[in-house]
Nanobody
Framework: QVRLEESGGGSVQAGGSLRLSCTAS????????MGWFRQAPGKEREAVAV????????YYVNTVEGRFTISQDNPKRTAYLEMSSLKPEDTATYYC????????????????????WGKGTQVTVSS
C-alpha cells in the first residue's frame, strides 16, 4: 500500500500564494503520476494538476493554468504545487493523488485511475 502525505495549505488573501507538497511512501513502478484534485463545499471533486515522475510532463485544468505550477522530485518521491494569484474560488480541500503508470493528456482527469489518495489539506482564500 502506498501512503501519500500532504503538507502545506492554509489561509491566504486573494492574490496570495501557497505551496502544497505530497510525498509518497514508495513507488511501486519506475514511472508514476502524481498530482492534486480538489473539492469545494457543495461542488464535485475536480482534477487540478498532475505530473509524471520522473519525466516531468504535466497537465493542468484550464482554471489554474498560468497561476499554478506543479513540479516533482523523483528521488524524494515528492510532488509540489505552487499556487499563486489565488482566488476565492480556489478555496477547497486539496487531495494528493497518484497512480503507478504515466499520466496522459486524454485521461488524467479521470478519478477512477488514481489508486492512491491523500487525506486532503484545506486551502482557504479570502477576498
Amino acid at each position: 500500500q502506498v501512503r501519500l502525505e500532504e503538507s502545506g495549505g492554509g489561509s491566504v488573501q486573494a492574490g496570495g500564494s501557497l505551496r502544497l507538497s505530497c510525498t509518497a511512501s514508495k513507488f511501486t513502478q519506475p514511472n508514476s503520476c502524481m498530482g492534486w484534485f480538489r473539492q469545494a463545499p457543495g461542488k464535485e471533486r475536480e482534477a487540478v494538476a498532475v505530473i509524471n515522475t520522473p519525466g516531468g510532463s504535466s497537465y493542468y485544468v484550464n482554471t489554474v493554468e498560468g497561476r499554478f505550477t506543479i513540479s516533482q522530485d523523483n528521488p524524494k518521491r515528492t510532488a509540489y504545487l505552487e499556487m499563486s494569484s489565488l482566488k476565492p474560488e480556489d478555496t477547497a480541500t486539496y487531495y494528493c493523488v497518484a497512480h503507478p503508470f504515466p499520466c496522459y493528456d486524454d485521461t488524467w482527469t479521470a478519478q477512477v485511475l488514481y489508486n492512491w489518495w491523500g487525506k486532503g489539506t484545506q486551502v482557504t482564500v479570502s477576498s
